[in-house]
Every structure is written in structure tokens, then in C-alpha cells.
């Protein structure tokens, strides 16, 4: 069994994705952040989808301060 990195849906294998829609998030902040100019490894996604999330449901308003790590390797 294995949980969900999005939701706290837990599924089986050989679904290697939760129905939550979850993943295609993780991939839409990823092309948003590729648009700006910033490439992450891919699990940086994951905290840039929550990000906007929290955004999107009012959890973050305007004014706040918030981090958001993003981490990667730098191409040479």
C-alpha cells in the first residue's frame, strides 16, 4: 500500500497514482516555474503545488511571507 504525497488517500500498487488529481498539479507547477525561468528537480513540485494551492483556497492572503524550498542542481 502506499499514501498519497498530495492527499491522504492511501492505494494500492500496481496504481502508481492516486485518483486526486494530485499529480497532475504537482506537473502543472512545474511547467509554471520551467515558464518563469526556474527548474527544479521534480519533487520540488510538489511544495510549489501546495503553494499555489494555498493560495487558490485563501490559506495564504496577500501580505503574508512564505518560503517555499526549492531545491535542484545548477546545469553546467
Given at each position: 500500500m502506499l499514501k498519497?504525497?498530495?492527499?491522504?488517500?492511501?492505494?494500492?500498487?500496481?496504481?502508481?497514482k492516486c485518483d486526486c488529481g494530485g499529480f497532475g498539479e504537482v506537473l502543472s507547477a512545474l511547467a509554471?516555474?520551467?515558464?518563469?525561468?526556474?527548474?527544479?528537480e521534480?519533487?520540488?513540485?510538489?511544495?510549489?503545488?501546495?503553494f499555489i494551492k494555498a493560495i487558490a483556497t485563501?490559506?495564504?492572503?496577500?501580505?503574508?511571507?512564505v518560503v517555499v524550498e526549492l531545491t535542484g542542481k545548477k546545469k553546467d
Open positions: 498519497c504525497f498530495v492527499c491522504p488517500k492511501i492505494y494500492d500498487p500496481p496504481r502508481y509554471k516555474l520551467t515558464a518563469q525561468g526556474v527548474f527544479v521534480p519533487t520540488s513540485g510538489v511544495g510549489a503545488a501546495g485563501g490559506a495564504i492572503t496577500s501580505g503574508e511571507q
